[in-house]
Structures are given as structure tokens and as C-alpha cells.
């Protein structure tokens, strides 16, 4: 029964190098067709977490405007009362643009983010645009 084993094992052959290239290409095609999509998402995802920060700071604001009668001067401001923390866009990694009106105290506000032409959040809206918020708007797809 040893023998019938041993005669086995040496008469099996591995993969053929051909085999073995047919199944590296497969894996490099599946892998052309997935990332892009990946990348994709992973964009989607992001711009719509900017969406939700905007929101998001955008209540913060009117709870101090309500607390204080006018909005802050920074958003700074808000935290930690109205918010744990100032979050950074997701798309950008940087600070959101906040700009309070001019009046004293300030009784309106702009509030966005712009996205780089290389940035992949870019592809999703207006291209060259980003985000606005203004409490009479709301929340646009600025043009570039």
C-alpha cells in the first residue's frame, strides 16, 4: 500500500507555468475592473460625509445663534459646548471655509468647502466647485 502512495506522489505534477500565467492575468483584469469602482466609492463616500459635516456645523450655528442672538465669530467657537469638535472635510483634509457677515453681531453666514480639480470629490459635483451652505440656501453644489 506504501508503494501505491509513493508511485503516486511522484507521478503528480504541479502547475504548468502557463497555468499559472493564465491565472495572474485573470486575477490583474479583475483587479482593473474593481479598484476604479473602489476608488469611486470611496470619493462617494467622502463627499457625502462633507455633506453631513455642513449640516452638521450648520445646526451647531444656529444653536449658538439662538443661545447668544448672533453667530460666532470663528467656529472655533462652538466647541466644546456645541460640538465635541470642528471636524476637517474628508475630501480635502482641511478646514472648512467660515465666513460670518459683516454686521456687529453677525446675523448671517457662508459656510463651504472647495474642491481642487485633482481631488476625487471634485468629480462628483460641479467640476472645480465644492460645497456651500447659507442659512437661507442651504446646502448647494457651488459652481467653479
Known sequence: MFQFFSRRLRNERGFTLIELLIVVAIIA??????????LRARAQSQYAASKGNLKNLATALESYFVDRGSYPPS????????????PNDPCTNTAYIYTPSAAVPPDDYEMGVD??????C???GNPGGGLNYTPGGGLQESAP
Do not use: G, K, Q, W
Not at 483584469?29 to 473602489?38: D, E, H, K, R, S
Not at 474642491?115 to 476625487?120: I, L, Q, S, V
Open 122 to 124: 471634485d468629480t462628483l
Open 115 to 120: 474642491f481642487p480639480a485633482t481631488n476625487a
Open 75 to 86: 467656529m472655533a467657537t462652538l466647541s466644546p459646548v456645541y460640538l465635541r469638535a470642528v
Open 29 to 38: 483584469i479583475l483587479a482593473a475592473i474593481l479598484i476604479p469602482n473602489f
